[in-house]
Every structure is written in C-alpha cells, then in structure tokens.
C-alpha cells in the first residue's frame, strides 16, 4: 500500500478508468454519440483555424484537443460513419487514420480514393488493403490507387492482376510486386520487361523460360549487374552477357 491505496484499489480505479463506459463520460454527447453529433462536430471543426486543429484544447470537447478526441471516443460513434466528417478529417491530419474508418465508408468510391491520396508515405500500399470487396475489384479503384501506391496490387482482387492495363501500372511503379502476380503475368515478357527495366532485382520472379530470354536479362543485368546469377545456363556462360 502507497499513499493510501491500496494494489486491489489501484487497479480497480485503473480499470474503471479504462472501460468503455467511463470514457464515453468524458466528451460531451453532442459531439459523440447523438444523431446530431456529425453535423456538430463538423461545425465545430470547420470554425476552428487550421493550425489550431489538432493542437488547441477545445472547450466543447471537454478540454481535449481534436486528435485526442477522434483517438479517443467509443469506434462506435456516428462519427467513423460520416463521409463529411471523415473527409473533413483527411484534409487535416498527417497521421494513419486506417483503424477510424467505419465498414459504410470503406465501400465508398469517392470516400476511399481521398483517403488513399491522403494516406502517409510509410503507408506502402496505401488503403487498398481497407477497401471493400467489391471496390478492390473495380477497375476504376484500383487505377487510381496503383498511381500513388502500385503496392497495393498486392491487396486488390487477384483478378486484377489479368488486366493488361493494371499489371503494367503495378509494375511500373512497383517492379519487385512481380513476385505475387499469378504465373500467367510472370510469362509475360511485355510485362516482365517493364519491372526488369525500372529494377532488375524483379527478374528472380519471372517465369523460368523468360529467364533464358536474352532480351529480358540485357535488360535485368543493366540495372543489376548481379541479376545475371538467375539467368539460364546457357546465358550465364554467354560471354556477350
């Protein structure tokens, strides 16, 4: 016992402190969990300079700065499920918000490619990971994330990978994501070429009889002199190699 409470105390208080119920408690309603509560948060932020976004202790929030708040209140709040408060949110933070987005927006077109545009650079596939079944299947989403984050063709439906048009914007910008694609696209000299001739490295995931295809490993060995390890036989003892 220290200071006059006791270890069973303690962690009684602790873990009141930390459930669910007490910190619904601690921010005002109407910007929590009421219906109104999206329109009100809105206002309120749309009212607050930029700068002082994420910063400065809010009054009506009880005190809490924006981000404490948005980090902090139940995942069951109205909130997560506002296309306009989320997107609002977007243009204002520089920090992962993957874990905020509700289920209704992770199937909104509009919604998920500004949230991909939005996502942080460590982020490497952006958010094509959270989107829905149905858009990581449509053609149109996965073009416009492939433009900022060609890694996410790791996370789109396997099917993309069959569109021409698609494989080379993946590899293009993502060469070594050859080595997920399905062995049809790793067959593909047109395409294996375009990965090789951005990084070499990419040709240890092409097919077997690409290879021992002159042109392809020209192409490898000109970005990595060392690629030629995985070249055929045969051209590994070419001496013009």
Known sequence: ER??????????????????????EQFPKEFCDSPDAPSNFLALLRKTPLEERFSKHI???GGSTFRKFILDIPKSSPLFSSKEVMLEVLSTVDWNISHLIGDKLKTDYEFMVAA????????ESGYMRLASDALRSDRNFVL???????NGIKDAAPEMWLDGEIAMAALTGAPRALEFAPDSVKADKQLVL?????????????????RGDREVMLAAIKQQAFMLEYASADLRNDVEL
Not at 3 to 24: C, D, H, I, T, W
Not at 116 to 123: E, I, L, N
Not at 144 to 150: G, I, Q, S, T, Y
Request: proline share 5%.
């Open 194 to 210: 375009a990965a090789v001739k951005k990084d070499g490295i990419a040709v240890r995931y092409a097919a077997e009889n690409l």
């Open 3 to 24: 200071f006059g409470v006791s270890y069973k105390m303690a962690l009684k208080l602790l873990s009141q402190l930390r459930s669910p119920e007490l910190q619904k």
């Open 59 to 61: 009054e009506e929030l």
């Open 116 to 123: 991909d545009k939005a996502v942080p650079g460590h982020v």
């Open 144 to 150: 416009e994330v492939l433009k900022a984050h060609p």
